[in-house]
């Protein structure tokens, strides 16, 4: 099982790297939800992987549902392609806050919300995983902190974000 989230995730990366860049954002999946059903908003998340001094990354790795982990990466990879083609094509869209109400008022980024708690930990391993600093990235940390209600102030990037959500986390723990 690790090894297949390992695999799954190494696929989700190098299509984001290689589709999102040149613009080439494919459809990996159908139209349905996975998790959509399956999460419950009344039921608290626990956060068993993040420990006092650091990740346990396989615990981790086992508690994402692959399926809700491809969906939640390609509609937020998608939606980042759309937001990307319109800052080319209107400079003002990119300046100003036309990308972030943009971002909230999609119907990829409300899907994902509404995967509730099966969409979190995806997003924090997406996030956990990711090299870059983006807006790709600065979106999930967007959705992150919605599905969870833990809300992190002044971060100034998406390792920022990790960084303070895990000491969050372990307050409340």
Known sequence: ???????????????????????????????SSPGENSSSES?????????????DEEKLM?????????????LLQELTGEIEK??????????????YTYTLESEQFQEVLEMGNAAAKPLYLILYKSPHQGL???????ALERITK??????????????QFGSKILEKS
């Not at 690790?2 to 159908?30: H, R, W």
């Not at 086992?62 to 390609?74: F, H, K, N, P, S």
């Not at 102030?153 to 960084?163: C, H, L, V």
Request: proline share 1%; hydrophobic share 45%.
């Open 150 to 163: 833990v809300e992190i102030e002044d971060w100034e990037s998406a390792k920022d974000f990790i960084e």
């Open 43 to 55: 039921t608290e998340i626990t956060w068993n992987e993040i420990l006092a001094d650091g990740v």
């Open 1 to 31: 099982m690790k090894k297949a989230l390992a695999f799954i995730l190494s696929g989700v990366m190098v299509f984001y790297f290689t589709g999102c860049q040149n613009g080439n954002i494919g459809d990996m999946g159908n139209s």
């Open 136 to 142: 790709y990235e600065y979106i999930c940390c967007m």
């Open 62 to 74: 086992e508690a994402v549902d692959t399926a809700v982990l491809e969906r939640v990466a390609a």
């Open 86 to 99: 319109r800052e080319r094509e209107d400079p003002e869209f990119a300046f100003g806050a036309g990308w």
